[in-house]
């Protein structure tokens, strides 16, 4: 007979918990871990402010928060760099603060800008990080200052994130084909779309893991591609014919389309340790692209 895995008494807190990350965490904590997780965002939490952070934390007597909460629009965040702070930097200084005082385990998200994106290898986890917009800086500055004060944190940080939920690239391009026959795509930054069910998966197992073992973990997809390969994928994948894809240069979209921050131009990260220390199996990009877009609602595009 095999043996039952035995896992300690849980109450976890979600935050932000209506974005497209979040969104795939609820339907599987519900199907593995029913009945522990509390769900909140914005609307219910404002987590920028310390004391509403305390006082929910402390009452709740969470064991774990997941802190899917950011302010994650790039270029708007060159024009509003101070709310981009609060959110992404003072918000997760709250939690870490409200956690390390009742014990509580974090995890929480993270991103592939904290990197200047210059490198021609996968990105490690310990490798120099270089942000090159108020994003990214405001990020990073969001894991030092959780490291600082909760040492015992798990950061995941990932890279090009789509779902069936929410604002993403597979839902613009799957929109864009509805109204026009020719896009022009990026073909010169290079990263791996990375479904959120699978990290959703990761964190769950991370959860379920017999031991916490805290740290940076790195987080994607398999594999490699340009926005442009993503795309093509996508109408290929959609069966989607009667478009035209072409390749542009990140200089001639930002001139088209006048973006502020800038990206990096290769965002691929190695995925090593957390395949180790977690025993995760990670899919191909276009395996979790194909098992996404069955599940998309034509009538939310």
């Known amino acids: 007979m095999g043996q039952t895995m035995f896992l300690p008494p849980m109450k976890i807190l979600l935050t932000g918990a209506n974005g497209q990350l979040a969104r795939e965490l609820r339907t599987l904590l519900e199907q593995s871990l029913p009945g522990l997780t509390t769900y909140t965002d914005i609307d219910t939490l404002d987590l920028t402010d310390g004391n509403a952070v305390a006082r929910t934390v402390a009452q709740g007597d969470y064991t774990h928060i997941i802190n899917c909460a950011a302010y994650t629009a790039v270029d708007r965040a060159e024009q509003e760099p101070a709310l981009c702070l609060r959110v992404n930097t003072d918000a997760v200084a709250n939690l870490a603060k409200a956690a390390y005082e009742i014990g509580a385990k974090i995890i929480h998200i993270s991103t592939d800008y904290v990197f200047d994106g210059t490198a021609h290898l996968p990105y490690r986890e310990s490798d120099k990080v270089n942000p090159t917009s108020i994003y990214g800086s405001s990020k990073r500055k969001g894991e030092m200052v959780l490291l600082s004060l909760c040492p015992n944190a798990i950061i995941i940080r990932t890279a090009w994130l789509y779902s069936p939920y929410g604002h993403n690239f597979v839902k613009t391009m799957l929109k864009a084909a509805?109204?026009?026959?020719?896009?022009?795509?990026?073909?010169?930054?290079?990263?791996?779309?990375?479904?959120?069910?699978?990290?959703?998966?990761?964190?769950?197992?991370?959860?379920?893991?017999?031991?916490?073992?805290?740290?940076?973990?790195?987080?994607?997809?398999?594999?490699?591609?340009?926005?442009?390969?993503f795309a093509k994928a996508i109408f290929r994948i959609a069966g989607i014919t009667d478009i035209d894809v072409r390749p542009i240069s990140t200089d001639d979209y930002n001139t088209e389309f006048t973006t502020s921050a800038a990206r990096p131009p290769y965002s691929v990260l190695d995925k090593q340790l957390i395949k180790k220390t977690y025993n995760v199996t990670i899919p191909h990009w276009e395996e979790s692209l194909k098992a996404t877009i069955a599940r998309i609602d034509p009538s939310d595009l």
């Open 178 to 229: 509805t109204k026009r026959k020719t896009l022009r795509v990026v073909a010169d930054q290079i990263g791996t779309p990375t479904a959120s069910a699978d990290l959703a998966s990761a964190i769950v197992a991370i959860l379920k893991a017999p031991q916490w073992i805290p740290g940076i973990f790195h987080y994607t997809n398999e594999g490699v591609a340009s926005w442009y390969d």
